[in-house]
């Protein structure tokens, strides 16, 4: 990525919350904390949503004495102020009920047949990160198949949850949810947490990801892999990797939870053995070079993810393109993920330079008959031109039937 500039603590940051040494996190959140003082560090880790990343590293250093001289200004087993160790206490506790719960889910679906993976900071927590406090998550969301999406929703209705989507422009109704790609449910859980948990047949189910250019949830389903110790299953390394990367450019890069996102990159990349040719190959069949182009790029320069450079060569845009969308990225913000970074208009145009060809874009925006046919089945009485003037305006409002 062209042009992206970091600040000191902007970088002691990305240091501090990349997958690597213990000894290395700890000190860069210790010269973070030298840099900017304890609260300041704190804030600056709450607002870009990793301040439980920074506790880690910090609750290593109070209690490894290996790493005690990285200790800023203080020694001994309580040095560390109480709201670094409350805050990775409190989302340890909630992320692990979740998980728990995710457990269950997984072994009720399992009980009738039906696979479940579990995606994004759920497979990694569940899967391949030791901490769950460390995979900061607002949600669960999990994949079926097409074939399995109504029973799997019977079977979460018959388990307590609540069948609503969070957002007031989207109805729960389960004709448009199938439509849609996925559903969102609730459940208030044992200790009173309120959990949400998204049932997914689509992989990404991004109002702009052109429904050709995700891979088949049957196909990530048949190359997932079992964890250990439950029936939740894991992506394969190259599909984990591909989902993350157009999750993360479907939140164009820096839209809420922003930051946070590459981190998921970072992990995956570090802890999961990637085939390079054949995930590259993967992404120039599904054409979303330029989308996937950033998702590497980003925390390569961030974190110093471990992506070779024949991997990213392979995937660049066009130099205008990526001088264009870098700038755009670096003007907006990299980091605090909850400010505004585009207008209605400026999201709608980022979005379109994700497509690697116009032909794309065109595709996106009105897919083939066959394609409007099974998402807008009941609807036959509607005339298509009709159909694909509904489509795109819901690709500018709503998620719903995109």
């Not at 240091?15 to 959140?29: G, H, Y």
């Not at 790609?181 to 049932?199: H, Q, R, S, T, V």
């Not at 047949?201 to 991004?206: E, H, I, K, Q």
């Amino acid at each position: 990525m062209q042009g992206l500039k970091l600040t000191a603590p902007q970088a002691l940051l990305c240091a501090a919350v990349a997958d690597t040494l213990p000894s290395e996190r700890a000190a860069a959140v210790a010269q973070l904390r030298a840099t900017l003082g304890d609260e300041a560090t704190f804030a600056l880790g709450q607002t870009n949503d990793v301040a439980t990343l920074l506790a880690h590293s910090l609750l290593e250093i109070d209690s490894d004495a290996s790493l005690s001289p990285l200790a800023v200004g203080t020694s001994g087993e309580n040095s560390l102020p109480e709201h670094w160790r409350e805050a990775h206490t409190q989302l340890q506790r909630r992320l692990s009920a979740y998980l728990t719960e995710m457990d269950r889910v997984a072994a009720a679906l399992s009980q009738a047949g039906i696979s479940m993976v579990a995606l994004k900071n759920a497979g990694i927590a569940r899967g391949i990160y030791p901490c769950p406090a460390c995979c900061p998550m607002g949600d669960l969301d999990v994949l079926v198949e097409k074939k399995n999406f109504r029973q799997a929703h019977a079977i979460m209705l018959a388990n307590d949850y609540h069948f609503e989507f969070r957002s007031p422009l989207e109805e729960a109704e389960l004709q448009a949810a199938e439509e849609g790609g996925g559903a969102e449910y609730w459940k208030i859980l044992p200790d009173g947490e309120k959990l949400w948990f998204e049932l997914q047949w689509r992989p990404v189910a991004g109002r702009w990801i052109r429904p050709d250019q995700e891979p088949p949830a049957e196909v990530l389903m048949a190359r997932s892999v079992p964890i250990s110790g439950t029936a939740v299953r894991l992506l394969a390394p190259q599909d984990n990797l591909l989902q993350v990367a157009l999750h993360t450019a479907k939140h164009t890069y820096v839209r809420a939870p922003g930051y946070r996102l590459h981190t998921d990159v970072d992990r995956i990349v570090r802890r999961q053995p990637i085939d390079w040719d054949s995930f590259v190959a993967q992404v120039k069949a599904l054409q979303v070079k330029t989308a996937v182009y950033f998702s590497l790029a980003i925390p390569r320069a961030l974190f110093h993810t471990p992506i070779p450079d024949e991997v990213l060569e392979s995937l660049r845009p066009p130099s205008w393109k990526e001088r264009l969308m870098s700038r755009w990225l670096q003007r907006a913000g990299i980091f605090n993920p909850d400010e505004r970074k585009f207008s209605k208009l400026g999201f709608i145009c980022f979005t379109m330079l994700l497509y690697d060809d116009l032909g794309g874009l065109r595709r996106a925006a009105l897919p083939d008959r066959e394609w409007m046919r099974v998402h807008y089945a009941g609807q036959e009485n509607v005339a298509l031109p009709r159909l694909y003037w509904r489509r795109l305006l819901n690709l500018v409002s709503k998620r719903n039937a995109t």
